[in-house]
């Protein structure tokens, strides 16, 4: 393939305006989301370790060597052939070298296996890893940014679909159908079938052609093919995706990785019944002292999925004193068994979300873990899985989050006087607020002659029945409030009838939602990356780099 792609320059100037939003001024976020942003300190019964900022992580660092017991060696050595098969640039492999050293830490972050690389906010998890790193190595502290790609997860339905705009300017849905078959297996092992070459003919079929359209074609053809696993296709293109910036990739799935992770493993399994309670004690604080419970855990709850012959992955459920069955069948196990599979045959598990990252952070030497609005409420919770592990708890931090406003969106965002917090009300109230005004007083000034006749005439009743009987004047005055909620709501409905007769201002509002906050969510929560890649090319993604600010915790908004 040809790698001069990588040396295309993004059609934009070096520098451009970027502007930062407070999540508290974007609708959906929670209050331990906000709260958390605001002052991590302040929820230290939740996370225990949590520090002001990663200047702060240097203390935490002797700890983390402290109880660090993994063999890095063996780990290095499977990370090694990982990335050799991934692809990866040079400064990885020095990365790599560098977590040799035992004074080394790792700054961790992850995300699910999905179609062609998954959401914008994949990519952004791991730029955000690899400036913290940049950040810990420059006040002198051995930094190795890690991304744990989650191909144990097994909802293959949410990780097989990619959302694109296409030329007209409307939002595509591509998918990957896969096999029956595949339904319950690990996402990274699912062998890819014929169909994916229609998933990748859909894709460039509704992109709009461009001087890089050919080259990026040419790398998802050569990653994304049939008899290639899914997770490794995934991993290959991260690689392709962030090649120069040493971001070290770890696949869990990998057996020698099982072996190194069976203490953990088996500290769970004789924990489990602990841990289940304790989690769910943790979600019902959390929900006294006002916040949410991100995962629902029962008392029966077990936290590792058991994997068959078959390499389905199935959860177990407590169902007696030291006995779990597999769901959808009628396998039974003792702990005893289980402790003994998980020494035997480490293979056989998968931690499941609460169980995960003290996994990651018994393999590596985990400093920090960057991670979503959903992943730190996951921490609130997994302390306590922790503690009873003897683990210390890993500090968390929120990604960097950028909505990109290309030239024509940012046209027709000044074009009708808007921002982009306006966009949150919806395509409707923007279609209504940004209707001509000589076009939208006609129809506001008939409707307001109206309600005032109206009521004229309603007053006018209102004394005559009152006079008969006060009674009467009640039942009125509920029947008035009726009367002018619908000659309201009809109002809305023709001024909205006619902001969408303009069939040019509904196609830019459309277009406009399509591309900055599809299915009314941010950006990076549903566009792929490939959409702005062959827009801009792969040098875009070293451009946004250069504009993280770990010390912005809004959502960034970048013009191009």
């Not at 508290?24 to 929820?43: E, N, V």
């Not at 992850?110 to 690389?117: E, I, K």
């Not at 002659?449 to 009640?474: C, F, G, K, W």
């Not at 109002?491 to 969408?500: S, V």
């Amino acid at each position: 393939m040809n790698q001069e792609i990588a040396l295309a320059q993004p059609r934009t100037e070096a520098a451009k305006p970027i502007s930062s939003l407070p999540f508290s001024a974007i609708p959906g976020q929670t209050a331990l989301f906000l709260q958390y942003l605001k002052d991590p300190l302040s929820l230290k019964h939740f996370y225990p370790n949590a520090v002001a900022g990663f200047s702060d992580l240097a203390s935490y660092v002797p700890q983390v060597l402290d109880r660090y017991e993994a063999d890095r060696s063996e780990l290095c050595d499977v990370l090694d052939e990982v990335n050799t098969n991934a692809g990866v640039g040079a400064a990885t492999f020095a990365n790599i070298e560098l977590l040799r050293d035992p004074d080394s830490v790792t700054v961790v972050t992850g995300q699910q296996a999905g179609l062609f690389s998954g959401p914008l906010y994949t990519i952004y998890k791991a730029l955000t890893a690899i400036k913290a790193a940049e950040l810990l190595r420059s006040n002198g502290i051995k930094a190795v940014p890690v991304f744990w790609a989650a191909t144990e997860d097994h909802d293959f339905e949410e990780v097989s679909t990619v959302h694109v705009v296409e030329r007209q300017g409307r939002l595509s849905d591509i998918h990957y159908r896969g096999n029956d078959d595949d339904i319950g297996q690990p996402v990274g092992s699912i062998v890819l079938g014929d169909s994916i070459g229609d998933s990748i003919n859909e894709l460039f079929g509704v992109l709009t052609k461009s001087e890089f359209s050919a080259d990026l074609e040419e790398h998802i053809r050569e990653t994304w093919k049939a008899g290639r696993r899914f997770g490794d296709a995934f991993i290959k293109t991260l690689s392709f995706l962030i090649r120069d910036l040493g971001l070290v990739l770890i696949d869990p799935m990998d057996r020698r990785l099982k072996n190194l992770a069976s203490p953990i493993y088996i500290a769970a399994v004789e924990r489990a019944a602990e841990i289940a309670g304790s989690v769910a004690e943790r979600s019902r604080r959390l929900v006294t002292d006002g916040y949410h419970a991100q995962v629902k855990v029962e008392e029966d709850y077990f936290p590792l999925f058991w994997h068959d012959d078959t390499g389905r992955r199935t959860a177990l459920r407590k169902i007696g004193d030291e006995i779990y069955r597999a769901q959808g069948n009628r396998l039974q196990f003792t702990v005893s068994e289980l402790v003994e599979m998980a020494r035997s045959e480490p293979e056989r598990f998968s931690p499941g979300v609460m169980l995960r990252p003290v996994v990651q952070d018994h393999l590596l030497p985990s400093v920090c873990y960057i991670g979503g609005a959903a992943e730190i409420a996951y921490f609130a919770q997994n302390s306590e899985v922790y503690r009873l592990l003897d683990r210390p708890a890993t500090p968390i931090f929120h990604r960097q989050s950028f909505t990109v406003i290309e030239a024509r969106q940012r046209r027709a965002l000044e074009k009708n006087g808007l921002k982009m917090q306006d966009l949150f009300e919806g395509a409707e109230r923007t279609l209504l607020d940004t209707e001509p005004k000589e076009r939208s007083n006609k129809a506001a000034t008939l409707y307001a002659d109206v309600e005032e006749r109206i009521n004229s005439e309603l007053n006018r009743l209102d004394q005559y029945v009152s006079a008969i009987d006060p009674t009467l004047a009640e039942n009125l005055a509920k029947r008035r409030r009726k009367i002018i909620y619908h000659i309201s709501a009809m109002r809305e409905k023709t001024l909205l009838a006619q902001a969408r007769s303009d069939e040019t201002r509904v196609k830019l509002i459309d277009d406009l939602f399509s591309a900055v906050l599809p299915e009314g969510q941010l950006q990076e929560r549903i566009l792929n990356v490939f959409y702005l890649l062959n827009r801009h090319g792969p040098n875009l993604i070293e451009w946004l780099y250069s504009f993280l600010d770990l010390n912005d915790k809004g959502h960034r908004i970048v013009d191009l």
